[in-house]
């Protein structure tokens, strides 16, 4: 599995950002893998099609791409907090390394401070 950023999907999602196009080969090329995602990342990834009217293309395209929500345990914010006190990550950015550390599972991102804490975690880094 590869747990994937708001960075990339946003990117693959706005066919006018920067990183369109690396996002939508970075997908293309991982296509036989499954692709999961942490629940505030999918909240992230949507607020820009939820204020410009998008929202329910945006969802059918996740959709089909068969991102996948991963779970997180009632442990989740106890590792949370540690993840955000030993990276100085953003919170949203611990969702993705704990929804990677869960599902064992690599991540995928352009953010290289995301990226480099990821790889300090053991967890393979696709960006």
Do not use: N, W, Y
């Not at 820009?48 to 009632?74: T, Y």
């Not at 990276?87 to 949203?92: D, G, N």
């Amino acid at each position: 599995m590869i747990v994937l950023d708001a960075s990339v999907l946003i990117a693959h999602l706005e066919a006018s950002d920067l990183h369109h196009d690396r996002a939508t080969d970075l997908l293309v090329d991982a296509a036989d893998e499954p692709f999961g995602i942490s629940p505030l990342t999918l909240a992230e990834v949507l607020v820009g099609p939820a204020r410009s009217g998008k929202l329910d293309a945006a969802q059918k395209a996740i959709r089909e791409l068969g991102v996948a929500a991963v779970a997180l345990s009632e442990q989740a914010p106890a590792r949370l907090a540690a993840m955000r006190a030993s990276t100085r990550l953003r919170l949203p950015d611990c969702c993705v390394l704990l929804a990677a550390e869960t599902a064992q599972a690599q991540v995928a991102t352009f953010d290289d401070r995301l990226a480099a804490a990821a790889a300090d975690l053991g967890l393979l880094v696709r960006s």
